[in-house]
């Protein structure tokens, strides 16, 4: 389905796509895999998050589940109608469906994620017509920045393989 936004909100995307990119930067500097979060709610942003399962030895603390928990309490509510989530990769199946249940009215992302990505590239949760809440999906905004960052952080820890196995 083709984006049928309006140039300002094109604007707008890229601008809190750039802040998702800040926390994904956090996350790298933690060591994780440097994805980021923002939930926006009437234009500003209400959270952030990003990637911490190494850190915090959670298979669920994904960038955008620490981004809608911390959207859930800032609102005082598990839904989070009205309000958009920004995330620098394409959404997993898990993430996906922790969107539904907060009944997002839009999740925009940067990066496809060809392995697990469940906006598209495997497959398409959101366009699934059984489900009982329908979110608006747009994705590639600043696709290669967000790629960019993802590709440079898999690349350096290649090498850091690469060197511990050749001082063995």
């Known amino acids: 389905m083709p984006d049928m936004l309006l140039p300002d909100e094109t604007a707008r995307d890229a601008d809190f796509m750039q802040q998702a990119l800040l926390a994904a930067i956090e996350a790298e500097a933690l060591g994780e895999v440097p994805v980021g979060a923002v939930v926006v709610k009437d234009g500003e942003i209400i959270a952030i998050g990003y990637n911490q399962p190494i850190g915090q030895h959670d298979p669920t603390a994904h960038a955008e589940i620490a981004a809608l928990r911390a ?3 800032a609102v005082g509510n598990y839904r989070l109608p009205g309000c958009t989530l920004y995330v620098t990769l394409e959404p997993c199946a898990m993430c996906a469906g922790a969107m539904m249940h907060a009944r997002l009215a839009r999740v925009v992302f940067g990066a496809s994620d ?3 990505g469940a906006c598209g590239s495997v497959l398409n949760l959101f366009a699934e017509e059984k ?3 329908h979110t ?3 994705g590639g905004v600043m696709a290669e920045d967000c790629a960019a960052l993802l590709r440079k952080f898999f690349a350096a820890r290649r090498a850091q393989a690469a060197a511990a196995s050749k001082s063995l």
Request: proline share 8%.
């Open 71 to 73: 959207a859930a309490v």
């Open 136 to 138: 608006a999906l747009r």
């Open 114 to 116: 060809p392995k697990t």
């Open 131 to 133: 489900l009982n809440h």
